[in-house]
Nanobody, 124 residues
Framework: VQVVESGGGLVQPGGSLKLSCAVS????????IGWFRQAPGKEREGVSA????????YYADSVKGRFAISRDSANHIVYLQMNNLTPEDTGVYYC??????????????????WGQGTQVPVSS
């Protein structure tokens, strides 16, 4: 299984960014694909997830109404559109896969495969 994130970069407060997660070697029938982030000195936290079976979406309370997760099943890509970013959104964003969807909100150690992460600094 390979998980590769892209799309990170410096963004100003109030700006937008779209992250991509390209997945290969994963049977996208009954699992979940999620986005997590880790700020300096803080624990990794779940941001959003989508079930591969029916597209059900989950969000952390802190990003509801600002972030949107979507998928391109044909090309095995999951996106995270992030709008109205604030400095509190700063961190390394990771894409993760779970062969069996954990309950949401989800602890990061319940997920099976991880990408290398992409940096998202939000600063003026």
């Amino acid at each position: 299984v390979q998980v590769v994130e892209s799309g990170g970069g410096l963004v100003q407060p109030g700006g937008s960014l779209k992250l991509s997660c390209a997945v290969s070697g994963f049977t996208m029938d009954y699992g979940a694909i999620g986005w997590f982030r880790q700020a300096p000195g803080k624990e990794r936290e779940g941001v959003s997830a989508i079930l591969t079976s029916d597209g059900t979406q989950y969000y952390a309370d802190s990003v509801k109404g600002r972030f949107a997760i979507s998928r391109d099943s044909a090309n095995h890509i999951v996106y995270l559109q992030m709008n109205n970013l604030t400095p509190e959104d700063t961190g390394v964003y990771y894409c993760a896969l779970a062969s069996a969807p954990p309950a949401w909100p989800s602890s990061w150690w319940l997920w099976d495969w991880w990408g290398q992460g992409t940096q998202v600094p939000v600063s003026s």
